[in-house]
């Protein structure tokens, strides 16, 4: 999975506030990132809902190390509690998005999803006025949560972000919503 990003665009910054850290997912990260995703009921929503599994987990740790894009999510005491990745869509190139995102359920419903959301669309948003959001169309979690953001569904799409096509639910959040919106914070 390797993403084309527009040439002023840093898909790899290291991002702070309130004791988490995002910061590029490297190979040492492994241990740590697998650890972070056992629990089975952090993909429950997802399509592949067994990725808690270690054999199954490698696999997308390896396309999530591939896209250098994948930021680490790291709370104050440098323990990684989950993953989340700039890209493009391979329909529409200039569409800088975000997602392959989870946390530990410790960390869901709280400060920590609200910290992240605000690192990651204020980091994209000094370089566009739009982030993409593709949602497997059974992870009604996701899409509720993208909604409150201030994002709206734009259509469905058969898009590769990941070595093969796959139908996706999208969602536009413009600087502008999220600005008005700002999850409360």
Known sequence: ???MFPQDFDPNPILTEGGLTL???L???RQGLTQAASDPL????????NRHEPAVFEPYFD???ASNAALAIRDKTDRIIGCTVFYTDT???SRLSIGFT???RAHWGG???RIVKRLTLGHLFTYCSEAWFHIAPDNLRSQTATMRLGAVFTHEADIDLAGGATRWRCYCLTQEAWQTNDMGC
């Open 27 to 29: 190979e040492r990260d």
């Open 42 to 49: 952090i993909w429950a929503g997802h399509p592949v809902r």
């Open 23 to 25: 910061s590029p997912l």
């Open 63 to 65: 396309m999530l190390l």
């Open 111 to 113: 400060n920590t999803n």
């Open 1 to 3: 999975m390797a993403f």
């Open 91 to 93: 329909n529409a190139p």
């Open 102 to 104: 989870f946390l530990e």
